[in-house]
């Protein structure tokens, strides 16, 4: 709400106010809204020292106030005449539609009335004022005429609204002068609180203004750039960039903002890949160029690593398609070949039974060398898919373990390795997928096999924990290079790529192995040192699952145990020679 005290200078006002007092003599008081004096000119002797002082006079006083108060607020002069029977009249003062003060005027008598002295008398004897001095101060009352007091009312109402309405205007003017700074202030905190560089410029390259952010980006101070250039700071390395109005407009035009990547250069001459959002701004009448600039290092080395691993994925895409081509060839030429000889002893007269079986045997072990590979091949498509499905069952895997180890005891040995089991417990129940367990040993045994010279080691201990059961694969073989460790369980990975290598592979069966390990809920690492051997450490969740299918799940067991025999045939397929 506004106050009369800020639209006008009240101490103006009141030396004023003085001076009409001097020639007419009327008294004249003006009061806030909310009924604070603001000032009082004259004053009348019957008022405040009699009428005020009284109890029951100053009550009617009181009474005549409220009355002026109530009916003030239709915004139109109310002229009244009061209990103790003189004039009043309360003005008020209406700025832009809003009641913001109250004038009033008074005490006085119309000169056309005739003044009851009679009524005057008999209330000082009524309430004990001495009758004389009474009657003195009844006649000092002003006495007026309509029109005088019309021209009266006419002058302060001009006056004061004249000088409302210039206060108003001053004042408003002050609030949009203070809006404007706040605004200015507001904007000039955003401008340099966004983690973006802001820099305005010319349509020639001149650096008119920047942001904190360019400044710390930069590393150059506001005075520096000031006297810059945009060519000061954009490498000569950089793509094209739009430098001259006309390209700039061109550009624009196409698309609005104007989104362009560049190599900027910093103070310390350090280069940094940068994207700039462009768009013209009118500011004071001016086109200008904003430019709002971020470091997009991070991103473009993250591109660049990104290109790099599409690059290698590819590669390693290319060799994986190669070296499948050479495990499908070389098997399928090993069979055609002994079908060959087969049929060349089958023609003679003497047919050579041996060599017959030797053939077949070669043939078999090299069908087995294909399902393996067609049957990894299928695996690796249905994970990339999530089509794989799990059959989790609660059995003993100290057990399942066990039996794997050592229904593959005779392939081993038959490698001049020995093979050692140990369990620090006979019997966990776990939920796990059979087919899966089996899977991830039989293909971790055969890579101890490929990779242990004769006369070596391969361990297999279990450890129990409250957590995790944890299997340890372990053997004396050639081991890892520390370089590729990190890659091992990556697919399409192998150790040795070339195509005369001494051991066969596709380089997908460790990446199934770590997948079915994880499936399980299960982790898998493996520690290695060349000329020492190798270790692989699987730790399996010790839980369980609601069993409803018990039975079931016995016979799955008990048909897993009688089929390892062949399924060690094709998984050692490329390693054991029957």
Same mark, same amino acid.
């Given at each position: 709400m506004l106050k009369l005290k800020e639209l006008i200078n009240i101490d103006l006002l009141k030396r004023i106010a003085d001076n009409i007092y001097a020639i007419a003599g009327i008294h004249m008081s003006i009061c806030d809204i909310d009924g604070s004096l603001e000032f009082a000119v004259g004053q009348v002797d019957i008022c405040s020292k009699f009428h005020r002082v009284n109890p029951i006079t100053c009550n009617r006083c009181k009474i005549s106030d409220k009355y002026s108060n109530e009916h003030i607020m239709e915004g139109k002069p109310i002229a009244y005449k009061c209990l103790n029977n003189i004039w009043d009249i309360a003005m008020p003062v209406v700025i832009s539609g809003m009641h913001i003060a109250t004038i009033f005027f008074g005490q006085f008598f119309y000169e056309d009335e005739i003044v009851d002295i009679e009524y005057f008398r008999a209330q000082a004897l009524e309430f004990g004022f001495?009758?004389?001095?009474?009657?003195?101060?009844?006649?000092?009352?002003?006495?007026?005429?309509?029109?005088?007091?019309?021209?009266?009312?006419?002058?302060?109402?001009?006056?004061?609204?004249?000088?409302?309405?210039?206060?108003?205007?001053?004042?408003?003017?002050?609030?949009?002068?203070?809006?404007?700074?706040?605004?200015?202030?507001?904007?000039?905190?955003?401008?340099?609180?966004?983690?973006?560089?802001?820099?305005?410029?010319?349509?020639?390259?001149?650096?008119?203004?920047?942001?904190?952010?360019?400044?710390?980006?930069?590393?150059?101070?506001?005075?520096?750039?000031?006297?810059?250039?945009?060519?000061?700071?954009?490498?000569?390395?950089?793509?094209?960039?739009?430098?001259?109005?006309?390209?700039?407009?061109?550009?624009?035009?196409?698309?609005?903002?104007?989104?362009?990547?560049?190599?900027?250069?910093? $103070?310390? &001459?350090?280069?940094?890949? /940068?994207?700039? @959002? +462009?768009?013209?701004?009118? %500011?004071?009448?001016?086109?200008? !160029?904003?430019?709002?600039?971020?470091?997009?290092?991070?991103?473009?080395?993250?591109?660049?690593?990104?290109?790099?691993?599409?690059?290698?994925?590819?590669?390693?895409?290319?060799?994986?398609?190669?070296?499948?081509?050479?495990?499908?060839?070389?098997?399928?030429?090993?069979?055609?070949?002994?079908? $060959?000889? &087969?049929?060349?002893?089958? /023609?003679?007269? @003497? +047919?050579?039974?041996?060599? %017959?079986?030797?053939?077949?045997? !070669?043939?078999?072990?090299?069908?087995?060398?294909?399902?393996?590979?067609?049957?990894?091949?299928?695996?690796?498509?249905?994970?990339?898919?999530?089509?794989?499905?799990?059959?989790?069952?609660?059995c003993n895997i100290i057990n399942v373990v066990e039996e794997i180890t050592l229904s593959a005891a005779e392939y081993i040995n038959s490698n001049n390795l020995t093979l050692t089991f140990d369990t620090d417990i006979e019997e966990k129940i776990i939920a796990c997928d059979l087919d899966k367990i089996e899977r991830i040993m039989l293909n971790i045994l055969s890579n101890a096999v490929k990779f242990t010279d004769p006369g070596g080691n391969i361990f297999v201990n279990i450890f129990d924990g409250e957590e995790f059961i944890t299997i340890l694969i372990e053997d004396t073989g050639i081991g890892i290079p520390k370089d590729k460790l990190d890659t091992i369980f990556d697919r399409f990975r192998q150790i040795d790529k070339s195509f005369t290598r001494n051991h066969e592979g596709s380089g997908i069966g460790l990446s199934l192995v770590k997948s079915f390990v994880e499936m399980q809920g299960g982790k898998i690492s493996v520690e290695s040192k060349c000329g020492v051997g190798t270790k692989f450490c699987i730790k399996l969740p010790v839980r369980v699952v609601d069993d409803n299918n018990s039975e079931e799940n016995i016979k799955l067991l008990n048909s897993n145990l009688s089929n390892y025999v062949e399924r060690i045939k094709v998984e050692f397929s490329d390693i054991y020679k029957l």
């Open positions: 001495d009758e004389k001095e009474y009657l003195d101060a009844l006649s000092r009352i002003p006495v007026l005429s309509k029109e005088k007091i019309n021209y009266i009312m006419e002058y302060y109402q001009a006056l004061i609204m004249t000088l409302a309405e210039s206060g108003l205007r001053q004042l408003e003017y002050k609030n949009s002068q203070k809006e404007l700074e706040k605004n200015r202030k507001y904007l000039n905190t955003i401008f340099n609180s966004v983690n973006d560089a802001i820099l305005v410029r010319n349509f020639e390259g001149k650096i008119l203004d920047v942001n904190e952010t360019a400044i710390s980006m930069f590393g150059y101070s506001r005075n520096e750039f000031i006297n810059m250039n945009m060519q000061d700071i954009i490498s000569p390395n950089s793509p094209k960039h739009y430098l001259q109005k006309q390209d700039l407009l061109n550009e624009i035009k196409k698309t609005d903002p104007l989104i362009v990547e560049a190599i900027y250069i910093d $103070k310390n &001459n350090n280069e940094f890949w /940068g994207e700039a @959002n +462009i768009r013209i701004a009118n %500011i004071d009448g001016d086109e200008r !160029i904003i430019m709002v600039s971020r470091n997009i290092e991070v991103r473009k080395q993250a591109e660049l690593e990104l290109q790099n691993e599409a690059f290698e994925l590819e590669k390693l895409r290319t060799e994986f398609f190669a070296n499948i081509s050479h495990e499908l060839r070389t098997p399928l030429n090993i069979i055609l070949g002994a079908i $060959k000889i &087969n049929s060349m002893n089958l /023609g003679k007269e @003497n +047919i050579e039974k041996e060599k %017959i079986i030797k053939n077949t045997n !070669i043939e078999k072990q090299n069908c087995l060398r294909l399902i393996r590979l067609v049957n990894n091949l299928i695996d690796s498509t249905k994970l990339d898919t999530e089509y794989f499905e799990m059959n989790m069952i609660n």
